[in-house]
């Protein structure tokens, strides 16, 4: 069990969350119990308490097939391809045409 918490404008911050429009699932036990009385006393807010969390049967799927964490660039990693030089620009194929001859006209 859980709550649910909807703002009536998205993006209103609350106990260091951003909540959304169209609302966020948090177990119990995420807030403290003085968090969870300030966000039911904020008039922004509809909280929504003892809900069971929706998991519908494409999320969960998902959820399933992730097995490999993604790997993260280092900060070294990062610092090294800022300060690479890009790759050599390559002619265009605007660039490698002729220009027409000019053609002569007798007078």
């Known amino acids: 069990m859980g709550v ?4 009536k404008r998205n993006g209103f911050r609350r106990c260091g969350i951003a909540h959304s429009a169209e609302g966020c699932y948090f177990p119990d036990g995420y807030f403290t119990a003085e ?3 300030a966000l039911k006393d904020e008039r922004m807010l509809v909280v929504q308490e003892d809900v069971a969390p929706l998991i519908d049967d494409e999320q969960e799927q998902a959820d399933e097939s992730i097995t490999d964490p993604v790997p ?5 990693q990062t610092a090294e391809a800022s300060t690479a030089s890009p790759p050599p620009a390559t002619k265009s194929a605007r660039s490698t045409r002729q220009k027409p001859a000019e053609s002569t006209k007798a007078s």
């Open 4 to 7: 649910i918490i909807t703002a």
């Open 35 to 37: 968090q969870l009385k």
């Open 72 to 76: 993260v660039a280092t900060d070294q």
